[in-house]
């Protein structure tokens, strides 16, 4: 396949530019690729096709134009030598980790990460002999110490969700490289336009192409992206368990990516301003930015980052119950399970994306009673904070 894809350009030019080639129809937009299965010429090329030969497409759950089409764009954003696009960021996140652990191996996780990827840790892992050890993301001088002979990956959220704490990802790489473990690392919140692991030392990174990837809440997909063998391995394991994404979905996110740095800019900058706004809010335990000179890593937020992203969180006095009812007196901003969307999302972390975890496991990952996390849509700034100062006063 022709693509448009000049390395002399910067990476949101090629997130625009780089396209499958153009079919005889000659499409301005890229061209939906809505096929399980592709055909040939003839019974050699198509012996060719399934002995690897060629780059011929063969069935979608291996690979398609439409798909390949996203995966360009994101290695040209993320600085990646290779990639593999899955359904959801879930697949994502659990085809980095059994494409390179087996029985007897040994993860370090940060503590603070998604409840699914919580759950895949604690849960399933087991299920298979893989031993795991978590450690506080705001103290990495504990991680060395937790490393065996047996640990084969390090993973981490950065900033973490949803309580926004950060690692410097250059010092933990170097760890890693020193005991030649894979280090892994969910870049979700951040996005490529704000922040990229691999120039940072980082093996692997994955992604939940639902949230900021995609920006309005459409479609669900995944990512893992890093150097060609470690993604040869990810494939491996992808093509014969079935956890690829759908054209529809690729197509889908790939144009969003026309416009994610533009969409990060203005999330970014809202949520700033949202931020410095409940600072002075006397409903409030404290707020957490990453931009926000308060935040415990904001040396590393501004050494790594070139913006704090579209996510603040918050304590509110009152704990569970106030956060309940925090939720209910919201006018503006949805309720809904999902964030990285045009529109401005509230979520309870405790009675929702976390309720099933202890409190004792919540209280591990810093997820208190109170805390309430937003995801900063496209709306004006000033009916956002309106919407959430009212909701606060009328809560007590």
Known sequence: MKRENKTTWHAETQAVRIQSERTSHM?????LYL????????????????ADETDAFIYSRFSNP???EFIDRMRA?????????????????FASFMAFLKTGDH??????????????????????GIEHSYFDLTKPETVEALIK???????VETPSNPGLDLVDLEALAQIAKKHKVILNVDNCFATPALQKPIALGVDLVTHSATKWIDGQGRVLGGIVLGRQELVDEVYAFCRSTGPSMSPFNAWVLSRSLETLHVRMERHSASALKLAQALEING?????KYPFLPSHPQYAIAQKQMTAGGGIVCFELKGGLERGRRFLDKLELLSLTANLGDSRSIASHPASTTHAKLSEAERQNVGI??????????????SDIIHDIEQALENSK
């Not at 002979?149 to 993973?155: C, D, Q, R, V």
Request: charged share 15%.
């Open 77 to 93: 954003l993320e600085g990646a030598e290779a990639g593999f696009a899955t359904a959801s960021g879930m697949s994502a996140v």
């Open 368 to 381: 208190t009673p109170g805390l309430i996390r937003i995801s900063v849509g496209l709306e004006h700034i």
């Open 27 to 31: 499409e301005h937009s890229g061209p």
């Open 107 to 128: 993860l370090v996780s940060s503590s603070s990460i998604f409840g699914s990827t919580h759950t895949v840790i604690t849960k399933f892992l087991p299920k298979w």
């Open 283 to 287: 409903n409030l335990e404290w707020v």
């Open 149 to 155: 002979p047996n640990t084969k990956m390090i993973f």
């Open 35 to 50: 096929t399980s299965s592709f055909c040939y010429d003839d019974a050699e090329a198509m012996r060719a096709a399934f």
């Open 66 to 68: 439409t798909v390949d």
